[in-house]
Every structure is written in structure tokens, then in C-alpha cells.
């Protein structure tokens, strides 16, 4: 009975949540809630892209503390307020080189992922919900609401604290997942 609970939560909640992704996706396409989208055009100065040491191109432009232990690096107190001072001034560009190897761009192969990772978290958010038996209906979608934004927090929050993600960015990311786990949650609430 619980494995099937959990089956059908977990590929209802992840077909819900797929959907609104899919219909919603996210941030990117809310136009009314963009101040951050004419950042993302402006970017053309060819100090970005600098030159960085063989060793440091797959990196950051000042090395971790791993990246410190593990090249036998010195810590260097100069380049650290350099690079402070160029994330001070800006412009701030965070990105995830996939070199030398790149990323077949796939759409139906990233669709798919997406998929099962969703249906892996509705599975995930069954079993939690389970543990709320005694619960009403109403308080079960509120317990699922407030377990996604609370993962949202947890995961959106600190790349606003770290990396300097706009704030309407977050907001938006966080609005928008949790409105989609509530959706989800209307229909896991009475399935599990």
C-alpha cells in the first residue's frame, strides 16, 4: 500500500510539476518580471574573457581553497583583493564552462531528465507526506507548499547570498517553484 501510494504520488506530483515547467518555465519567460533579463544582453567586454592559465580555464578566476591545497598553491593576498575588487566594480559574470568535452544541446534527452528528476522529488515529497496521516486535506497541500519552498530557500537563497543573483531573480525562482509544487501538492495530497 505504501509502495503505492508513493508510485502514484510520485508520477502525479511529477507529471503536475512537469507540465507547469514546461507551460511556466520559470523566470525566463515571465516578460512583466524581468529587470534582470537587459543585464544578460549587456554583456560585451572583452575583459570577461580574458586570458586565464591553462590550469585556470575550467575555473574560477581566483582559486578554492581546495584548488589551493591541491596545486600546492601559496595563498596569494594581492590576487584575492584584485579579484575582489573586480567583482566590487563589475560586471559580475558567473558561468559554467563545459570544456574541453561541451554539451550536446538535446532537448528531448534534457526533457526526459528533467522528468525523472521531478518525479524522483515528488516520490521524495509522497514519502514526507505520508508521515502527515493525521493531517486534513488543506494542511496536507500546505505541508507540500511549505516543503518546496523551504528546499527553494535552502538552494535559491544561498546563490543570492554567494554569487550575487538578483534579488527579483530569486524571488521569481522561488515564486515560481513553489507554485508549481503547490499545484502538485493539490492532487499528491489526496492521492498519498
Known amino acids: 500500500m505504501i509502495a503505492r501510494k508513493l508510485t502514484l504520488g510520485g508520477i502525479t506530483g511529477g507529471i503536475i510539476y512537469f507540465l507547469w515547467s514546461f507551460f511556466f518555465p520559470g523566470p525566463s519567460c515571465l516578460g512583466i518580471w524581468q529587470p534582470w533579463r537587459s543585464s544578460l544582453t ?16 575550467a575555473s574560477t578566476c581566483y582559486p578554492t581553497f581546495a584548488e589551493r591545497i591541491r596545486d600546492g598553491l601559496e595563498y596569494d593576498r ?24 561541451g554539451v550536446e544541446p538535446e ?43 523551504a528546499a527553494n530557500v535552502i538552494c ?16 521569481v525562482t522561488l515564486l515560481d517553484i513553489t507554485i508549481g509544487w503547490t499545484l502538485a501538492g493539490l492532487a499528491m495530497a489526496k492521492i498519498v
Open 107 to 149: 532537448m528531448g534527452r534534457t526533457m526526459l531528465l528533467s522528468f525523472v528528476i521531478q518525479i524522483l522529488a515528488a516520490i521524495l515529497i509522497s514519502f514526507l507526506l505520508l508521515q502527515t496521516s493525521g493531517l486534513a486535506y488543506g494542511k496536507r497541500v500546505l505541508f507540500v507548499a511549505i516543503t518546496a519552498l
Open 42 to 57: 549587456k554583456i560585451s567586454s572583452p575583459a570577461l574573457c580574458a586570458p586565464m592559465p591553462p590550469r585556470r580555464r
Open 78 to 101: 594581492v590576487a584575492e583583493e584584485a579579484a575582489k575588487n573586480r567583482m566590487r566594480t563589475g560586471p559580475l559574470l558567473l558561468s559554467r564552462p563545459s570544456l574541453p568535452e
Open 156 to 171: 535559491q537563497f544561498p546563490y543570492w547570498v554567494w554569487w550575487g543573483f538578483g534579488t527579483s531573480f530569486t524571488l
